[in-house]
């Protein structure tokens, strides 16, 4: 019976791998069309019935191209980095809370915590193990950036641990079961996605890439499968906020075919950000991040912690 619940574990986990890699497959494809229809031009549709295999020939394509790599790098963090970046990315989707492969435990918030906050270490390896100004560049701005915007996410789910008394994504599901915590924190919701945007190095945010000035960022010197693996581990990511997200303020049933519906309405508005908005001055991001967010998300924390004694001693 335990042999049978240890292959149960190992079965599921590599169906949601799975499922997990072909949405990102056609999250890029959705990107590409979108932001095609944006700057009124057509997408992809070349590749059989309107480009949809697109996607598969991309990563084909970039998994059959020949690896090089920069002499003077340091070749082995080089080449571990884009591999630890997608195993993490991949990894935070364990806490997401199915019964199907029974990963959903107690204390999913902090395990989310750990793996977002070792995000940051692969960005920075990628970007300094290729040995080229460009790349450390586009990663110590990365670092910075993650490292700013971690403290006001930090200090949000902790008003929600305040909220819902536990560490559990489940705990989302019971709370929510009347009406979904957006009605009551709308701009909680506001801030939680920008700063979304922020963790995932994306449009108004994407310093670590700014191909106007770093020609592409910390990844500047990866080719075939290394940038294949950090594009695929950046897009993982976006699914995993937008998951997130619906788990916290939009209901949070994951049994339910309408929560999936939510998630990929909410990866639309990463793609509809990054086709509208231009990117932020960098002394602007860090002003969001320590005189806006910092203070919005601490006098929010206090409101929570405030109101949770004064029913518990009250009511």
Do not use: H
Not at 57 to 79: G, H, M, R, W
Not at 214 to 230: D, K, P, Q, R, T
Not at 270 to 276: A, K, L, M, S
């Amino acid at each position: 019976m335990f042999m049978v619940e240890n292959y149960m574990y190992i079965i599921g986990s590599l169906l949601l791998i799975i499922f997990i890699l072909v949405s990102v497959a056609f999250l890029t494809l959705l990107e590409r069309k979108v932001l095609g229809y944006i700057q009124i031009r057509k997408g992809p549709n070349k590749v059989s019935i309107m480009g949809i295999p697109q996607p598969f020939c991309d990563a084909i394509k970039l998994f059959t191209k020949e690896q090089i790599y920069p002499l003077l790098s340091n070749y082995v963090s080089y080449y571990f980095s884009p591999i630890f970046s997608l195993f993490l990315s991949l990894l935070v989707w364990m806490c997401m809370p199915i019964f199907m492969n029974l990963f959903s435990f107690n204390l999913g918030l902090l395990f989310f915590l750990c793996c977002t906050s070792l995000t940051v270490y692969t960005v920075m390896i990628a970007g300094w193990s290729s040995n080229s100004n460009y790349a450390l560049l586009g990663s110590l701005r990365a670092v910075a950036q993650t490292i700013s915007y971690e403290v006001s996410l930090a200090l949000i789910l902790l008003s929600f641990i305040f909220l819902i008394l536990g560490f559990n994504f489940l705990l989302f599901i019971k709370f929510q079961f009347y009406f979904w915590f957006l009605f009551i924190m709308f701009p909680f919701s506001l801030v939680w996605f920008s700063i979304c945007l922020a963790e995932t190095n994306r449009t108004p945010f994407d310093f670590a890439e700014g191909e106007s000035e770093l020609v592409s960022g910390f990844n500047v010197e990866y080719s075939s499968g290394g940038f294949a693996l950090i594009f695929l581990a950046e897009y993982a990511s976006i699914l995993f906020m937008s998951m997130l997200f619906c788990m916290m303020f939009l209901g949070g049933d994951t049994f339910n075919f309408i929560f999936y519906i939510k998630l990929m309405l909410i990866s639309f508005l990463f793609i509809w950000v990054r086709g509208t908005l231009p990117r932020f001055r960098y002394d602007k991001l860090m002003n969001l991040a320590w005189k806006s967010f910092l203070p919005f998300s601490l006098n929010f924390l206090m409101f929570f912690i405030g109101s949770k004694i004064f029913l518990m001693n009250y009511i």
